[in-house]
T-cell receptor, first 114, second 114 residues
Framework: DGGITQSPKYLFRKEGQNVTLSCEQN?????MYWYRQDPGQGLRLIYYSQIVNDFQKGDIAEGYSVSREKKESFPLTVTSAQKNPTAFYLC?????????????FGDGTRLSIL | KNQVEQSPQSLIILEGKNCTLQ??????????LRWYKQDTGRGPVSLTIMTFSENTKSNGRYTATLDADTKQSSLHITASQLSDSASYICVVSVNSGGYQKVTFGTGTKLQVIP
């Protein structure tokens, strides 16, 4: 079955460390997204990519970076510049149309500070 | 103030009972509205999607309604089951320069007890 695989499920970050969250999809979707979910808040968009080798900042991109070298993969790096990284991170994908609307989500990575 | 407000914040019901969750939004111009179910520690899964011209959409025991004039939607769950215990998220899309900007509600946490 097609879907989105996020890994690892749990991740711990030390002070000053960069960490990378993996997101792979086999749905042949053009667009991929990264969201952050905090308790009591709606999902917030970090970055999105509509095609390979192109990506755009979302509403809360500071302290994060991404790459889109392959259609199937959209890794997210949480840099040391992100001072409050503890959250549940969700990756999503969608066909090219309608642009901007996530359709399928992975099961998330929970990131915590050591 | 969140532009997509959901109520109640949490709800406990007995197995077999019905319940209705509310979503009010202020974003515009409206494109479509989706309801997602998110199990604890998992990614959201789409239940229904409605465009401006649709005022009701069903998916099994889930029925969503939309009143685009008053900017209100509801999700009705019939004959609840223990597996319905989850968070239910309302998501509104607006057209923004050929791209759809998505705003997530904070969700209603539903607990179904035996």
């Amino acid at each position: 079955d097609g879907g989105i695989t996020q890994s690892p499920k749990y991740l711990f970050r030390k002070e000053g460390q960069n960490v990378t969250l993996s997101c792979e999809q086999n749905l042949n979707h053009d667009a991929m997204y990264w969201y952050r979910q905090d308790p009591g808040q709606g999902l917030r968009l970090i970055y999105y990519s509509q095609i390979v080798n192109d990506f755009q900042k979302g509403d809360i991109a500071e302290g994060y970076s991404v790459s889109r070298e392959k259609k199937e993969s959209f890794p997210l790096t949480v840099t040391s510049a992100q001072k409050n990284p503890t959250a549940f991170y969700l990756c999503a994908s969608s066909p090219r149309w309608p642009p901007g609307v996530p359709q399928h989500f992975g099961d998330g990575t929970r990131l915590s500070i050591l | 103030k969140n532009q997509v407000e959901q109520s109640p914040q949490s709800l406990i019901i007995l197995e077999g009972k019905n319940c209705t969750l509310q979503c009010n939004y202020t974003v515009s111009p409206f494109s479509n509205l989706r309801w997602y179910k998110q199990d604890t520690g998992r990614g959201p899964v789409s239940l229904t999607i409605m465009t401006f011209s649709e005022n009701t959409k069903s998916n099994g025991r889930y029925t969503a309604t939309l009143d685009a004039d008053t900017k209100q939607s509801s999700l009705h769950i019939t004959a609840s089951q223990l597996s319905d215990s989850a968070s239910y998220i309302c998501v509104v899309s607006v057209n923004s320069g050929g791209y759809q900007k998505v705003t997530f509600g904070t969700g209603t946490k539903l607990q179904v007890i035996p």
